[in-house]
């Protein structure tokens, strides 16, 4: 009905919607490549960006190639989200996301950071290990989430950690193992 009546923008937005919605409902538990992933978000951004009219830019920074590198679904879909609903207001602009996997001596790290407003990564690393934090916490997935299935899934020494760089800026950095299980599950289904 919205592309007949020529609401481009409408169509793209119910397409985008039906897609995340897909997305969500399979197999919720399974692996997937991180170019997968990616997709997904790039849903999300676009139907915010329609609703908010607001700037949002992802970019993947140079290293491991996102179709090789494979994590657990829903893992970058919270921490971006919260770039952008704790990153910026909606008088602001826009943000730019950025988002680098490479790898290290004891596996492959991702990181994902913002233009944002930036926070306390000490309180958000407090919150992670259930520390008493002022935090507003907000529904969702939610980092807590995010870190605990990383730790169930690939043992006690693959987490989400934040730092602070340039000040206040906020980096969220995954800690995976080289080879976090079967690439064959993911890489034959996305």
Do not use: W
């Not at 140079?62 to 910026?88: W, Y």
């Not at 730019?96 to 994902?112: F, H, L, W």
Request: one cysteine or more; a neutral charge; proline letters at 5%.
């Amino acid at each position: 009905m919205a592309l007949a009546r020529g609401e481009d923008d409408i169509a793209a937005t119910v397409d985008s919607i039906a897609n995340l919605m897909r997305y969500s409902i399979t197999e919720p538990d399974r692996l997937v490549t991180m170019s997968t992933e990616l997709d997904n978000i790039r849903e999300y951004i676009a139907v915010y960006v329609l609703r908010f009219r607001q700037d949002i830019r992802l970019e993947m920074l140079p290293g491991l190639d996102a179709s090789q590198v494979v994590i657990p679904k829903f893992t970058l879909q919270p921490l971006v989200e919260n770039s952008i609903r704790h990153g910026i207001t909606r008088q602001d602009p826009g943000i730019v996301i950025r988002i680098q996997a490479r790898e290290t001596d004891t596996g492959i790290c991702i990181e994902v950071t913002d233009t944002g407003r930036g926070a306390d990564a000490r309180l958000l690393n407090d919150y992670l290990e259930y520390r008493d934090v002022d935090l507003k916490v907000t529904h969702g997935f939610g980092i807590r989430n995010v870190n605990e299935r990383l730790q169930l899934r690939f043992g006690p020494g693959c987490h989400l950690r934040y730092a602070n760089y340039d000040g206040r800026r906020l980096l969220a950095r995954l800690t995976l193992p080289k080879s976090p299980g079967p690439a064959k599950e993911a890489l034959s289904g996305s």
